[in-house]
């Protein structure tokens, strides 16, 4: 009978430190605008109104669901660049490829991946993505396989 004891405390005590492992991962939503400084891929962020500089969104800071800034003010020829600080997450400003998304009636589409192509292909960690804008309106784009989780961003080209 010992014997069926110690196997069920090994489950029990192996089950408690998965359980507070999986905890440990789940952490926070990301909302409590924390600035990334313990973050290890955290780099310079410019949350730029436009005017030159350097026109960077953090895609997942932190691991959240959500982009760096959410809304971001640039001028006509203006390259943005997205910069993927955490992994499984992609940017899609194809208005076929989700409702959310929309851009000026006369401009390109844009994303990381081809239009009409695999929309829940993601961008690996600590790879980048530019777009130049030459079309003035504003673009709602979105990480597909996150829109659900309101993972959506602002391009505003003036």
């Keep these: 009978m010992s014997e ?7 489950v029990a005590s192996t089950g408690a430190v998965g359980v507070a492992a999986l905890a440990g991962c789940t952490g926070g ?22 005017g030159g500089g350097d026109n960077v969104v953090e895609v997942g800071p932190g691991g959240s669901l959500a982009f760096e800034p959410e809304e971001i003010t640039v001028s006509v020829g203006d390259t943005v ?5 955490s992994p499984s997450h992609n940017v899609s400003a194809w208005p076929d490829m ?18 009409g192509g695999d929309a829940y292909a993601t961008v ?8 130049t804008f030459e079309t003035a309106g504003e673009y709602t784009y979105v990480c597909v396989p996150h829109v659900a989780s309101d993972m959506v961003g602002t391009v505003v080209v003036e």
């Design 4 to 10: 069926f004891y110690s196997r069920r405390q090994f």
């Design 29 to 50: 939503d990301g909302d409590g605008g924390d600035s990334g400084d313990d973050e290890t891929t955290a780099p310079e962020t410019t949350e730029s109104s436009g």
């Design 81 to 85: 660049t997205w910069e993927f600080v």
């Design 98 to 115: 989700d409702d959310t998304v929309s851009i000026p009636d006369d401009a390109d589409g844009f994303g990381t991946m081809e239009e």
């Design 124 to 131: 690996e960690q600590g790879e980048t993505f530019e777009h």
